[in-house]
């Protein structure tokens, strides 16, 4: 008895170190920007964003998660504290729709690595799981690209335009993440806007999944409310080409063409933005503001966001 208890006591030993041993070299050597480079690859494979020196729809720079938070999210499941550098979205024109300098979340480290490993004996399985992100700052922008799309959706379009296939795809969560000093614009045809030191709530929800998706268009809900911004400018009357943010100051205009409109804005309180899922093939955004003294609500829907040709409504009301 005591034998056979101490060769058990020996296996267990040895199935402990060789795991802590091989953990151990996967933390060194698949984290930072080994890690980042991986995760990029899963999920631009497909998309049809691109852009940067790796031509990729989403790249990392870097992303490092400590030693015991990785281990138990892959034991016992769960988050793990990480933190991410450098993270951009790229549509297919390269341009660069958003820009993280720096981000601290928790990740479902576990989550990952198991959907990867069941991708080897059945269909494509990718889980991408984030919560709590904190966002000290970053950039976004929001327009048509050169084929007169969305430049946000069509950065997660599909190289191939195809029907979902039962069983397999790619998910991406993120459920919570608190954003401060974002600067943002919009441009669409006939309009564009910014605003400045942007802070708020927001979610994202992506799924190519058969029983999610539907063809050419992937399941994409995002959502940013509540938000504040402490200033902007709302322009009327100008159109700005693909991957502009703003018109520069000073840049030659066609004589010709009637004068835009131009509309400070400060103090901007929006109580819906995003695409949502009772109606995820628009961009709907609802806001309070003053202009030019005047308390204004500026009220608007991007329709048919997944198409080459996207409608735009825009209601200003202004009161005394």
């Known amino acids: 008895m005591a034998r056979r208890a101490k060769r058990w006591a020996i296996a267990l030993g040895t199935f402990v170190a060789v795991f802590f041993a091989a953990y151990t070299g996967v933390f060194l ?11 990029n690859h899963w999920v631009s494979a497909s998309l049809r964003g691109r852009g ?30 990480i933190e991410a550098r450098n993270t951009t979205i790229y549509d297919p024109d390269g341009h660069e729709v958003m820009f993280v ?34 966002v000290p700052t970053a950039r976004c922008h929001v327009a048509t690209d050169e084929a007169g799309g969305v ?3 069509n950065a997660f379009a599909g190289k191939r335009p195809a ?9 991406i969560k993120l459920d919570s993440a608190v954003l401060h000093d974002v600067e943002f614009s919009m441009a669409l045809p006939g309009w564009h806007a910014e605003v400045h030191h942007l802070d708020g709530r927001a979610s994202l929800y992506y799924s190519n999944f058969a029983d999610e998706a ?26 700005l080409p693909p991957g502009v943010r703003a018109r520069p100051d000073g840049a030659p205009r066609d004589p010709k063409a009637p004068k835009p409109w131009r509309f ?15 109606k995820r093939d628009d961009m709907v955004f609802q806001a309070t503001t003053r202009s030019l003294g005047a308390p ?3 009220e608007g829907r991007l329709q048919a966001v997944y198409g080459h040709s996207p409608g735009a409504e825009l209601a200003l009301r202004f009161s005394r």
Do not use: C
């Open 296 to 298: 204004v609500a500026v």
């Open 52 to 81: 940067g020196p790796t031509q990729q729809a989403f790249v990392i720079g870097r992303a490092h998660y400590p030693y015991w938070g990785g281990i138990r999210s892959l034991l016992l499941g769960g988050p793990s504290p």
């Open 151 to 153: 430049n946000l959706v």
């Open 163 to 171: 029907t979902p296939k039962p069983g397999g795809g790619m998910r």
């Open 214 to 239: 539907a063809p050419e268009r992937p399941m994409l809900l995002y959502h940013v409310t509540p938000l504040h911004a402490q200033s902007g400018e709302l322009t009327l009357g100008e159109t």
């Open 29 to 39: 050597f698949w984290n930072d920007e080994a890690i980042a480079r991986t995760v």
């Open 264 to 278: 400070p804005l400060e103090e901007i309180d929006a109580t819906r933005f995003g695409s949502f899922a009772d």
């Open 101 to 134: 300098p720096y981000a601290s979340a928790k990740m479902w480290i576990g989550e990952l690595v198991w959907s990867q490993f069941r991708s080897i004996f059945g269909p494509y399985d990718l889980e991408l799981h984030w919560a709590e992100a904190d």
